[in-house]
């Protein structure tokens, strides 16, 4: 695989804005607005009360993980994943600003709207996997739908990604309806509306929601 470094990616990342910004790429009005703030959240990096740093090469590193999994169906089915522009603006949002008062994370809640065949579940997929894979800290995620069913669209995303990818051989199990990393005991888990009906509370590290309908 060729070398990606920072800067080549933080400038698809930009060049990818610009598109938007210029209507060179059409976009939805909360889109275009998406990107207005990252033009406004770069920009006021550069000033000495900025309570945000942001960190290029926590943005490799997503990319560089997603590259570690194969498509599993269609015409690029056993090519390496390879984020889209939209995908790692999305990336470069959620992994690259930090706050500089206690390195947490700027933005805790992410909403992701795609229209059909754009790998959605994948990319949530990539997101779950990445939360308790590359670290030795223990995690929990949690996937929820409006029905089981559709949790389940990303749990199985997930489980055809690790189990063709090599680096994790023997690092995890599948078991029970849900995936456990041995070394930490982290898990990725569907939930089932039963779960939401009783109240469960799960204090997960990263919660996904598929298709939330909001009334």
């Not at 600003?97 to 949530?124: C, H, M, T, V």
Request: hydrophobic content about 40%.
């Amino acid at each position: 695989m060729q070398e990606i470094t920072a800067e080549i990616l933080i400038e698809r990342v930009w060049s990818y804005a610009e598109k938007i910004r210029s209507g060179e790429i059409k976009a939805s009005k909360k889109h275009r607005w998406a990107v207005e703030r990252f033009f406004k959240d770069v920009d006021r990096l550069a000033e000495d009360d900025c309570p945000y740093y942001f960190d290029a090469e926590a943005v490799v590193d997503f990319y560089e993980w997603s590259r570690q999994f194969n498509h599993v169906e269609g015409i690029l089915a056993g090519q390496p994943i390879e984020l889209t522009d939209f995908q790692l603006f999305i990336a470069a949002n959620i992994y690259g600003f930090y706050k500089k008062e206690n390195g947490a994370r700027r933005f805790r809640k992410a909403y992701i709207q795609l229209a059909r065949k754009n790998a959605k579940s994948q990319f949530l997929a990539l997101i779950a996997s990445y939360e308790i894979f590359p670290t030795q800290e223990k995690h929990r995620v949690f996937i929820a739908g409006w029905s089981r069913e559709q949790s389940d669209e990303v749990y199985q995303a997930i489980l055809e990604q690790l189990h063709h990818a090599p680096i994790l051989k023997g690092k995890y199990t599948s078991a029970n309806g849900r995936v456990k990393k041995y070394k930490t005991n982290s898990i990725i888990q569907p939930l089932s509306r039963e779960a939401r009906k009783l109240g469960d509370g799960k204090n997960p590290s990263l919660g996904i929601v598929d298709k939330l309908f909001v009334a």
